[in-house]
């Protein structure tokens, strides 16, 4: 039998689908509903699953489904907003699990990898293909990671799915489909998860990364211009009367030309510290004073 084969076949079954509900009233509902579905991947023996943070933001009810058909509840035990991974816990007996890569930078450019992801409950499909880059992204929702993980293999399912090395572990967790080509899709490093394990089990977050400014806004890059494309409901900036297309010159004294830059300056501030943007409005510049918060508190 081939040997991808039976990669393959040893992998399936530490799959899940996931179905989350989300209460109305919470701030993500707005922005990716009430009910979501995703992937995870099953890591521990007892049932400990990593995946998304979009997939389960706000969910008060957690189902989750193995390949086989079983389906047991869960609960959302650990959340890194900064990565944007989150750890699922369900209930019942012994799990399939997968090993997770332990060591940084477990995959690197040309490496042989696949995805498997859940199409909804017992189904899976899996994508095979090659890493085509490791180096750092940016996102319109202030987020950005050091190094992400690019691959030529196209996520088949839901996001949160595993990205497998070719020694069958869990190199990543997909979280975007990126559709550029011979980059279709990208990955969260699951160093994240190996470097931060015990303090997201105990606390369910990362207590000891710094608090960061978090305003609520989305933006794009044009031009070598920073663009405000939307407002998060009820957000700090839009409570501050931050307004869609608002191009942002500068975060206090410091000009920003790239949404990375913007993020970084941003970041410069703790939770809760008021932040002083410049910013080009009807043809004129103006300043806005914007109440940070914790995005954790936030979205609690």
Not at 38 to 60: F, H, K, M, P
Not at 164 to 189: K, Q, T, W, Y
Not at 264 to 270: K, P
């Amino acid at each position: 039998m081939n040997a991808s084969v039976r990669l393959l076949e040893r992998t399936l079954p530490a799959t899940v689908h996931l179905r989350a509900t989300v209460p109305d009233a919470h701030p993500s509902a707005s922005v990716l509903g009430t009910e979501r579905s995703g992937s995870g991947a099953v890591i521990d023996e007892g049932g400990l699953i990593v995946t998304v943070n979009y997939v389960v933001l706000g969910a008060d009810a957690v189902r989750v489904t193995t390949s086989d058909g079983r389906e047991v509840p869960a609960e959302v035990v650990a959340q890194d907003f900064a990565t944007g991974l989150a750890l699922v816990q369900a209930a019942g007996a012994a799990f399939r699990a997968l090993p997770v890569a332990d060591e940084p930078g477990s995959l690197a450019v040309g490496d042989d990898a696949f995805i498997v992801a859940s199409i909804g409950d017992a189904g899976r499909r899996a994508s095979a293909g090659g890493i085509t880059a490791v180096e750092p992204f940016d996102a319109n929702w202030e987020y950005a990671l050091e190094r992400a993980i690019f691959a030529s293999a196209m996520n088949p399912g839901l996001g949160g799915g595993p990205l497998i090395d070719r020694r069958g572990r869990v190199a990543g967790v997909v979280s975007l489909n990126m559709s550029e080509i011979g980059r279709f899709s990208l990955a969260i490093p699951i160093e994240h998860y190996v470097a931060h394990r015990d303090e997201l089990l105990r606390h369910g977050r990362r207590t000891t990364r710094p608090s960061r400014a978090w305003l609520g806004l989305f933006c794009y890059l044009l031009r070598g211009q920073v663009v405000v494309a939307g407002l998060l409901d009820g957000g700090p900036a839009d409570a501050a009367g931050l307004a869609q297309g608002d191009v942002v010159l500068a975060v206090g004294d410091h000009a920003v030309r790239s949404r990375r830059e913007f993020y970084e300056r941003l970041w410069d501030h703790r939770a809760g510290d008021e932040v002083r943007l410049r910013v080009f409005r009807d043809d004129a510049p103006r300043s806005v004073v914007v109440p940070s918060v914790d995005v954790e508190e936030f979205f609690a």
